[in-house]
C-alpha cells in the first residue's frame, strides 16, 4: 500500500515508465491469460462484499441468500432500533472516536519514528525489531497480555486505555512502514538548503519536511483510521466492558441471524469508503496543486 | 548540523525522535508478551485465579496432549494452502500489473482497486462469502441449475475449504504490495537488454524477474504466514465450528480462564513464528527493502 502512494507521487515527479511489455504492437496472448485471471481475482474481491450489500436493502421478509425478497430499509432501522442486535449506535460511537485518537496519535508517532530512522543510531536495529514484532505477533495473544497487565496493575480495561494502547501496536508499525517509504524520496539536500537561508530545526520541520511529504503523512492517517475501526483480535480482551463496533458484529455473526447483520456491514463499510474517498482525494489535491504550481 | 555532529549527539538525536513509539511499544507490546510468558509457567486453580510460581507443568501438559499436534497440523496445513493460493495470485496479478498495463496511471488505479478492500473490515468481508458458498447460496443454486449436481454441496460453506477462500480473498493484497513494488522497481533497460541477447519470455520470468522479485515475496510471505498462524476468527466462523486452529483453541482456554496452558500454548506459537520469520528474514534485509 505505501507502494501506491509512492508511486502516485511518481506519477506527477519525472515519469518513470515502468511498462516493460513491449509499449507498441500485438499483445502477447500471456497478456490476455493474466488479464482475465486480474479480473476474476477483481470479481472474486469485490462480489461477495456486493451481494451483502444488495441484501441488506430486503423487506422483512428477508434471509440470509439470494433471491431478494423485496426492497427496503427495514433492516437499516431494525439495526438501530433493536435491543436484540445489542448497543450498535454506542459502538458506532465509540469506535469512530477511537479512531480518530489512534490516528492523531499514529501521525504524530510515525512522523517522528520516521524522522529518526533517516540516519543510523546505535541500537535503532532494536526499535527496528521491537516495531516488526508487534506487527507479526498474535493479535489475541497481545491482547490477552495487555488484559492481564491491566488487571494485574488493579487498572479497568476500557476502549480509551487498554484498547488505544493495544490498537497502537497495531497501527504504528504499519504507520511507521509507509513513513519509511515515504521518506525514502525525500533529499536531504533539502534540510541542508533550509539551515543555510536560517530556517531553525523547527522550521525546517514545520515548513519544509511537512508541507514536503504531506501526501505520504496522508496516508498514514488513512491507515491509522482504517486499522483502528476495523481492529478487532487485539481489541477483543482489552476493549472492557462497552464493545467497539468490530466486537459487536462479531458478537451478531454467532447470535444474529437477519439480514441486520449485512445492512451493519453496508453501514460500516460506507464510513470505511468516505473515509479511503476523502485520503485518495485529498493526496490526488495535493499533488495537482504542486503539479500546477510547478509549470507556473 | 548535519555533519558537524558528533555521533553521540546524533545517537540522543535519534532516540529522542523515536522516543514515542518506544514510549508505546514497551508498554502494549513487550510488556505484555513477558505478562504472558510469565503467566506460562504459573499455577491455576482453575476459575481464572493465577498463583505466581514457576512450573513446567503447563508446558508438559501442552506438549503431551494429542490435541496440540492436531491443532498445529490444521495450522500448518491452512497456512501452506493459503501461502500457495495467495502466491500465484499475488505474483501474477503484480506481474500483470508492471509487465503489461502499458498506462501507468491505468496501472496505478487498477492497484488501488485491489488494495481498497484492505482498509475495509476483515469480518464483514469474510460473513461476505455466506450468500455465495452456503447451502442455498449463490454457487449452489447456479451448480443446481445446470445439473451439475442434484444435492446442494455442503462442503462449501462451514469446511476447511471455505476457511482457505476466506484467508485468501483477505490477504492476497499482502502478496500483491510488497512483489508489485519490487517488480516495478526492475530496471526496464535489464529486460530489454535480455531481449536483444535472444532470451525468451520464459528465460525473462525464470531468470529476471523470479530472481528480483524475491524480497517482495519474502515480505509476502511473512505477512500471510504470521496472520495465518495468529488467526483465530476466520477459523472460528467459516469452519462453522468443525475446525481448529492454535490461536482458536487458545481462544477457547482464555474462555474458560484457563490463562496459564493458553499462555503456554501461546509461548509456544510465538516461538514457532519467531522461527518462520528469522528464517525468511535471513534471505532478504527487509529494513534496506522497505527504506529503498
Known sequence: ?296 | MQSSQTPSRANLAGWLYVSPLVLVLVPFFVAPILVVLAASFFATDGFGGLTPGFTFSNYVEVLHSALTLKLYLATIKFTVLTWIFTLIIGFFVAYFLVFHVRNQLLAIGLFLLCTVPFWTSNIIRMISWIPLLGKEGLINQALLATGAVHQPLEVLLFSDLAVVIAYVHQLTIFMIVPIFNSMARIDKKLIEAAIDAGASRFDIMRLIVVPMSKSGIALGTIFVVSIVMGDFFVVKVMSGGGSASVVSAFYEDVGVLQYPTAAASAVLLTLVLVAIVSLILRTVDIRQEITR
Open chain 1, 1 to 296: 500500500m505505501s507502494a501506491v502512494l509512492a508511486n502516485m507521487q511518481g506519477a506527477v515527479a519525472p515519469a518513470t515508465t515502468k511498462a516493460i511489455a513491449p509499449s507498441r504492437g500485438e499483445r502477447p496472448w500471456t497478456f490476455y491469460v493474466l488479464a482475465s485471471l486480474f479480473a476474476l481475482y477483481v470479481l472474486a474481491l469485490y462480489g461477495p462484499m456486493i451481494c451483502i450489500y444488495i441484501l441488506s436493502f430486503q423487506d422483512i421478509r428477508g434471509g440470509l441468500v439470494f433471491p431478494m425478497k423485496g426492497h427496503s430499509l427495514h433492516w437499516f432501522v431494525d439495526l438501530f432500533t433493536q435491543v436484540r442486535t445489542g448497543d450498535v449506535k454506542g459502538s458506532f460511537d465509540r469506535s469512530i472516536r477511537l479512531a480518530v485518537i489512534v490516528t492523531i496519535i499514529t501521525v504524530v508517532i510515525s512522523f517522528l519514528a520516521g524522522l529518526g530512522f533517516r540516519r543510523r543510531f546505535a541500537g535503532d536495529a532494536v526499535v527496528f525489531y521491537m516495531m516488526i514484532g508487534s506487527l507479526v505477533a498474535p493479535g489475541l495473544v497481545l491482547g490477552l497480555g495487555t488484559g492481564l497487565l491491566f488487571q494485574a496493575f488493579g487498572l479497568n480495561a476500557s476502549w480509551y486505555t487498554s484498547a488505544l494502547g493495544a490498537q497502537l501496536s497495531w497501527t504504528l508499525p504499519f504507520g511507521v512502514l509507509v513513513m519509511f517509504a515515504v521518506m525514502s524520496r525525500y533529499d536531504r539536500a533539502w534540510d541542508e538548503a533550509a539551515y543555510d537561508l536560517g530556517a531553525s530545526r523547527w522550521q525546517t520541520i514545520w515548513l519544509v519536511i511537512v508541507p514536503v511529504l504531506a501526501p505520504g503523512i496522508v496516508a498514514v492517517a488513512l491507515f491509522g483510521f482504517t486499522l483502528s475501526y476495523d481492529e478487532f483480535a487485539r481489541s477483543l480482551q482489552t476493549a472492557g466492558s462497552l464493545n467497539t463496533l468490530p466486537l459487536e458484529i462479531w458478537s451478531m455473526t454467532l447470535n444474529v441471524t437477519s439480514p441486520s447483520l449485512y445492512a451493519l456491514g453496508t453501514v460500516t463499510t460506507i464510513i470505511s469508503f468516505i473515509v479511503i474517498g476523502a485520503s485518495l482525494g485529498t493526496i490526488v489535491l495535493i499533488q495537482k496543486k504542486r503539479g500546477r504550481g510547478a509549470k507556473d
